[in-house]
């Protein structure tokens, strides 16, 4: 119950932060204003699909990660906004969502980096997301009140920053792309399959939690342990749910 309330308590916030993003963007007379609700209605349902993930497996990172994700998306829409403050939020995070889906791809289907060249790409994609972001906000020539981080009006510099930036996020996107494609490729054809369902029966024992798949194609999915903590059933309970194998002469059977 208490895991549910905080859910239900971050996705009210989540709604609060929509609101008040449209309700500036709107006061700022932003025209047409449904287009600026589409970043706000992306972050919604980023958080939504990450409350309905750590719902079902809580043990599972994927769903804190699309939660992350939508709260960049949110705070990135702030730029469309009248406040300085706001304003200031949304620029420097305008890219910050992006990061954090190349993150949630490269750490499916558990939410947990493997060591070696994933996290590279992931701490690169938030270098490039964050850090290169700075020059284009620091050298803006934009207008109040827009230029609120802008410390020298330098279009040059931000044109660089731009390019480098984008060169950068090309290479990380496609240092990505190679590794989810090894991954895809050393996979079998069932494995390729069922991907998306991750059938894991995780069972406690008496002093150790154990994650057994369901199946040989399941192994690539559930690789690590305790993606899942749920009780195995004890024998006796097992027993009594289990049908009878032995059946009465007198008991008719149905023709199928």
């Given at each position: 119950?208490r895991?549910?309330?905080?859910?239900?308590?971050?996705?009210?916030?989540?709604?609060?932060?929509?609101a008040?993003e449209?309700?500036?963007a709107?006061?700022?007379e932003?025209t047409?204003?449904?287009?600026f609700a589409v970043q706000?209605?992306l972050?919604?349902?980023?958080v939504?699909?990450?409350?309905?993930?750590?719902d079902?497996?809580?043990?599972n990172?994927?769903?804190?990660?699309?939660?992350v994700?939508?709260?960049?998306?949110?705070l990135s829409g702030?730029?469309?906004t009248?406040?300085e403050v706001?304003?200031?939020?949304?620029?420097?995070?305008?890219?910050?969502?992006l990061?954090v889906?190349?993150?949630?791809?490269?750490?499916?289907?558990?939410?947990?980096?493997?060591?070696?060249?994933?996290?590279w790409?992931v701490?690169s994609?938030?270098?490039?997301?964050?850090?290169l972001q700075a020059?284009?906000?620091l050298?803006s020539?934009?207008?109040?009140?827009?230029d609120v981080l802008?410390?020298?009006?330098r279009p040059?510099l931000?044109?660089?920053?731009e390019?480098v930036q984008r060169?950068?996020?090309?290479?990380?996107?496609?240092a990505?792309?190679?590794v989810?494609?090894?991954?895809f490729?050393?996979?079998s054809?069932?494995?390729?399959r069922?991907?998306?369902d991750p059938?894991?029966?995780?069972?406690?024992?008496s002093?150790?939690?154990?994650?057994?798949?369901?199946?040989t194609?399941?192994?690539?999915?559930c690789?690590?342990?305790?993606?899942?903590?749920?009780?195995?059933p004890?024998?006796?309970?097992?027993?009594?749910?289990?049908?009878?194998?032995?059946t009465h002469?007198?008991t008719?059977?149905?023709?199928w």
């Open positions: 119950m895991s549910r309330g905080l859910l239900l308590a971050v996705a009210a916030l989540a709604v609060v932060l929509a008040a449209l309700a500036l709107d006061a700022a932003l047409p204003l449904w287009v706000p209605s972050g919604l349902l980023y939504g699909g990450g409350l309905v993930a750590i079902r497996r809580p043990s990172r994927t769903g804190l990660l699309l939660i994700g939508g709260v960049g998306f949110l702030l730029v469309n009248g406040n706001t304003i200031a939020v949304g620029l420097i995070t305008a890219t910050a969502s990061a889906i190349v993150h949630a791809l490269l750490a499916f289907p558990s939410g947990r980096l493997e060591r070696g060249a994933a996290r790409i701490a994609g938030y270098v490039v997301s964050l850090v020059p284009l906000y050298f020539p934009a207008p109040e009140p827009y802008s410390v020298a009006a040059d931000v044109k660089l920053g390019w060169a950068a996020g090309t290479v990380v996107v496609l990505a792309a190679v989810l494609g090894r991954r490729a050393a996979s054809a069932w494995q390729r069922v991907l998306g059938s894991c029966n995780c069972c406690s024992g002093r150790t939690t154990v994650c057994t798949p369901t199946s194609a399941a192994r690539l999915i690789r690590r342990p305790a993606l899942d903590r749920r009780p195995c004890s024998r006796s309970t097992a027993a009594r749910s289990a049908p009878s194998s032995t002469s007198s008719r059977t149905r023709p």
